[in-house]
């Protein structure tokens, strides 16, 4: 009997002691945390070399609280890469002319113009009412286990898809 209780205590401290904070719900649906307490290798990015331009004309008037030019750009490094335009990923730069006929498509029959934020206080309305049961003895993805219900089986969506006659793909075994 005093085992049973001695490790009934140590289960019960455990599970204690494991609990994960939940205050930020919006970065802590994917956990992806560092528990040895070391620095995180791929957390630290240098900064892009120095540069002296040929004169002094050519450098940029300082803005504060802007970006320099010696941060990084990991986006717009992939697309430059990849042979595409950096310059279509700032904010300004609109939709692009080869994907004008997907908005029109998609917005035909209207769309809100902040649906954004429309979407995002709902689903954090959908995460509080679940927070209730986010705590577990045995760490576990958060995002997964909120989402469950909503994830679509991709084999019952083909095999209903193959009864209604649609031509399918094939698929790899379950």
Do not use: H
Not at 24 to 47: A, H, K, M, Y
């Amino acid at each position: 009997m005093p085992r049973a209780l001695i490790i009934l205590s140590l289960v019960v401290l455990t599970a204690c002691g494991a609990r994960q904070d939940t205050t930020d719900r919006d970065t802590n649906l994917r956990q992806l945390r560092n528990p040895t307490g070391t620095p995180e290798e791929f957390s630290i990015v240098p900064p892009k070399p120095l540069e002296a331009p040929e004169s002094l004309a050519e450098l940029p008037t300082p803005t504060p609280g802007g970006t320099n030019r010696t941060d990084q750009t990991p986006l717009k490094d992939a697309v430059a890469v990849l042979g595409g335009a950096p310059s279509r990923l700032e904010a300004g730069a609109g939709i692009g002319a080869g994907d004008q006929a997907l908005v029109a498509r998609v917005s035909r029959f209207g769309r809100g113009p902040n649906i954004r934020a429309e979407l995002a206080e709902a689903d954090q309305k959908f995460r509080e009412g679940r927070s209730l049961f986010n705590w577990r003895l045995v760490p576990q993805d958060t995002y997964n286990r909120i989402y469950r219900n909503q994830t679509l089986d991709p084999y019952a969506t083909l095999e209903a898809a193959r009864r209604a006659g649609a031509l399918t793909p094939s698929a790899p075994p379950r």
